[in-house]
């Protein structure tokens, strides 16, 4: 059986500091989104920011580099043929406070998800089409009209099943892949495990 490579759940205090540090301004948008979504975090500050750089490998050393500053860091990166991505998840799992929310392709397949259950390698050009139809408009990343789409994405209450059928493909690739990194895993997102993890402690309050 291949290496779990989202690592396990750590066992939370009451007090959190967590920082979620975004490889690209879509992820960013959008995770500041969902911490508006979510309401009242008392016990918990997140801090949405992004990386200085984009490459996975780099934004997992920034987060590194700032672990003593927060009790969580979340590297969220794609993969989009990035040379380093395997890299930058195994070193994520020397720190034990680093973890990574990564797709691959990109994290479109995470919105993806909401609508459908999808399997097998898909393009970005694909990934966006798809989601086009579902939203009923053209899926676009400049930053006003992606709030909007992030909030039509939040507001389908499907953000649950997204979770189960990302986690159900993610145990899949583990399982089946004989080992194989997460570069080979097209198809799949971690996201969930960040969204998870999210939600839980906003229900914690």
Sequence with gaps: ????????RPVRPMQNR???????????VYFKALRENLGS???VTVKVSAAKHSEPEKV????????D???????????????????????????????????????EFWFLLHFENCTGAMSVKLLEERLGKHL????????????????????TNTQSVAEERARMLHEKYIRDQSGSPP???QSSTTVYKLTKELAQWSEAN
């Design 60 to 67: 997992v050393s920034e987060a590194v580099g700032m672990s």
């Design 41 to 43: 975090l008392e016990n």
């Design 183 to 185: 570069s080979q895993w």
């Design 136 to 155: 009923a408009q053209k899926y676009s990343k400049k930053t006003n009209g992606f709030k909007a789409i992030c909030k039509k994405i939040l507001s």
């Design 69 to 107: 500053l927060y009790d969580f860091l979340w590297c969220v990166f794609d993969y989009d043929n990035s040379p380093h991505y395997d890299e930058a998840i195994k070193n994520a799992e020397q720190n034990r406070k680093v973890h990574c929310a990564f797709s691959n392709m990109a994290i």
């Design 1 to 8: 059986m291949g290496k779990d490579y989202g690592r396990r």
């Design 18 to 28: 967590v920082l979620i540090l975004c490889a690209g301004e879509t992820d960013e």
